[in-house]
């Protein structure tokens, strides 16, 4: 008897028992266009349905007596899954505890017939010249970095701390210097034949570096890849990446899995920024899913950003990540802003403070950065100063403008009647101001100014360099025409009051891209704060800080010195599965699992573990995840029961313990 075609298939679902190869009869009719990396149709005899699914790879095989059955339909013959995207999936979705056809879902868009038909006709793009400008350009960025250049070439590991300065893109955009330097390293390296992949924050960031590589490279090497596009544009964009021409991938934290052509280089931009963390399952920042590829494909791997956070910070001390210094530092010119003797401790801009803004506007713009967007976000009761709650939801009552009726932050109702339930006040008071109030108080104290807000309700990207008080909430803040004149940073001890592990770090570096945003040589005062996160922004020493803080938490056993996972889910699943983590890992200790307790969602452990045995925790809770949900299927007679409740979070970017 002949051999049989056999397609394995990885099916596109969040099931986690499918999370494997699936083996299906390839027909007849079906045998030129089942090619590796094509999407289908495939049958799923458990579920008595069709599935969608991505052929991982073809073999031949004996009928002998194991029934297998047909491919039902090719999508599409085009082929959307290279094999080293899905063995990348499956190392990141492996260390994750997850599903590689999750991983799947945020790196392939999905299909837009238009898009793949335009691509069919088009021609093959061509091989990308950068010219001798745009190299010496480039050089020249790099050269600021001595050893730069030749690290990137060499395919090495480099953390880098971005020069906190604007600056001219060679078109004559006001940008960040750090863009210059992200967009100098990707040139360089298409100059040298080999594709390059920046992945940033979010679109603010994206437009920067976008008008920096636009005058150097041709336009079809410029390849966007991010969420705020149209489906067509961006399946367009993924389809561009697949040409065998090399190219500069440019987007959102998905961008890190682009499978561009002979990648040489990977950057992710400020890794401390929380949108780089993937809030879907299972769950990988940005920058983990960068070293597991560059440990892959030997790339180079850039991390920068102002700011040092504790991730990069023990690689670098590991020897794992090389740290490369400028050749000459740029810092800012801070200034921790003290109450002087006279006034009032809770004044919230220092007379220094406002000395030195009514000084800057006389040539230029003035930032104040604040804490929270709206009028007044935090009402308390005006007599015992307890915070004012929704009767209905208890969540936080706010006033959205002055003399409003307080609405509840959380549900939006209008507290009207409302009484304090302890003392049974009817009056309130503002605790806080928002942005809006900032600007209402500082239009006064500066008459004749013109007053910006920026905030997530009234985004502004740039402001000329004409005078004006900007207050913009941390993250917000707008680009300005040649720098602020001044920049002054309200509100940092509401800020560091957060209960939040890394809220150091988060603030050192919401202060660092404000400071960056300054004019060389302007002051930034930052108000009210002392300790050593003022220290380090005054000294521009992010790195010591970062190690200091590792330092801290070792002792404590908290990450980043050690991996957490969350193990979520009913009582009985979660105890097997951390009974069954600790046959399987003898190693941890008692101290390492926290809990389990009861939550309001159900029951939730709390697990610390060393990197070294990061591979037999993840392999364990996944057999931990498939056991339960394969418990969970509906037996033949029996009412249905629950669906899988077990829920695994590995390197938890928020730890709420």
């Known amino acids: 008897m002949s051999a049989r075609r056999v397609a394995r298939v990885l099916i596109d679902s969040p099931l986690p028992q499918l999370d494997r190869l699936f083996d299906y009869a390839v027909p007849a009719e079906l045998t030129d266009a089942a090619r590796a990396g094509v999407r289908v149709k495939v049958p799923l005899r458990t579920a008595g349905r069709v599935v969608e699914g991505w052929i991982v790879d073809l073999v031949d095989d004996d009928p002998g007596d194991r029934p297998l059955s047909d491919l039902d339909a090719v999508v599409s013959d085009v082929v959307v899954l290279p094999p080293s995207l899905y063995e990348l999936a499956r190392r990141v979705a492996d260390r994750a505890a997850g599903s590689a056809s999750d991983i799947l879902r945020l790196a392939i868009p999905k299909r837009m017939v238009r898009a793949e038909k335009a691509f069919r006709a088009a021609p093959a793009p ?62 360089d390296t298409l100059a040298r034949g080999r594709s390059a992949i920046i992945a940033v924050p979010d679109h603010r960031d994206l437009l920067q570096v976008e008008a920096a590589l636009a005058p150097q490279v041709p336009a079809d090497a410029l390849v966007r890849d991010d969420a705020g596009q149209p489906s067509p544009a961006r399946y367009a964009a ?19 899995y682009a499978p561009a052509h002979d990648c040489g280089l990977v950057v992710v931009w400020d890794d401390g920024d929380p949108l780089l963390d993937e809030p879907l399952s299972p769950g990988v920042h940005a920058r983990d899913a960068a070293l597991v590829r560059q440990g892959m494909e030997g790339s180079a791997l850039l991390l920068a950003g102002h ?59 003035v930032l104040f950065q604040v804490a929270r967007p709206g009028y007044a976000p935090v009402l308390v009761c005006a007599e015992c100063r307890r915070p004012s709650r929704c009767a209905h939801c208890a969540g936080q009552l706010r006033a959205a403008r002055p003399g409003a009726a307080p609405e509840c932050s959380w549900c939006g109702r209008t507290a009207t009647g409302w009484a304090c339930p302890h003392c049974r006040s009817t009056r309130v008071r503002m605790a806080s101001a928002g942005s809006e109030r900032t600007a209402d108080e500082l239009g006064r104290a500066f008459p004749g100014i013109r007053v910006i807000v920026a905030d997530g309700d009234h985004p502004v990207s740039h402001v000329d360099e004409r005078p004006a008080l900007v207050i ?109 983590l600790r046959h399987d890992v003898p190693e941890l200790s008692d101290g390492d699992v926290l809990g389990p307790v009861a939550t309001d969602t159900g029951i939730r452990a709390v697990l610390r573990f060393d990197y070294a045995v990061g591979a037999r925790v993840t392999q364990s809770l996944r057999a931990a995840v498939v056991s339960d949900a394969l418990a969970a299927r509906r037996a033949k007679g029996r009412p249905p029961g629950p669906r899988n409740t077990l829920r695994v979070r590995v390197d938890v970017p928020d730890l709420d313990v």
């Open 472 to 580: 913009a909430t941390r993250g917000a803040e707008p680009l300005a025409a040649g720098g602020y004149r001044a920049v002054i940073l309200l509100d940092g001890e509401r800020m560091l009051m957060a209960e939040d592990l890394r809220i150091g770090e988060s603030c050192l570096r919401w202060w660092s891209a404000a400071a960056a945003l300054a004019a060389r040589g302007a002051p930034v005062h930052l108000v009210g704060v002392a300790g050593p996160v003022a220290r380090a922004l005054a000294t521009w020493t992010h790195a010591a800080y970062a190690r200091a803080e590792l330092a801290d938490r070792a002792e404590l056993r908290m990450p980043p010195t050690v991996r957490v996972a969350v193990v979520e889910g009913a009582r009985a699943a979660v105890d097997t599965a951390v009974a069954a």
């Open 238 to 256: 993924y389809l561009r990446t697949l040409a065998a021409a090399p190219c500069i991938v440019l987007g959102n934290r998905s961008a890190v």
């Open 126 to 187: 061509d091989l990308p010249e950068v010219g001798p400008e745009a190299r010496a350009w480039a050089g020249g960025e790099l050269s600021a970095f001595p050893g730069l250049a030749d690290a990137l070439a060499s395919g090495r590991r480099i953390a880098v701390d971005a020069p906190p300065v604007p600056a001219k893109a060679p078109g004559g955009a006001d940008v960040g210097a750090w863009a210059l330097v992200v967009a100098a390293a990707a040139v």
């Open 307 to 365: 700011s040092r956070t504790t991730d990069v910070e023990r690689l670098v001390l590991l020897g794992w990540v090389e740290d490369i210094p400028a050749a000459r530092r740029v810092t800012p010119r801070v200034v921790l802003s003290a109450t002087r003797e006279g006034e009032t401790r809770g004044q919230r801009v220092p007379s220094s403070a406002y000395a030195a803004a009514r000084e800057a506007l006389a040539t230029g713009p």
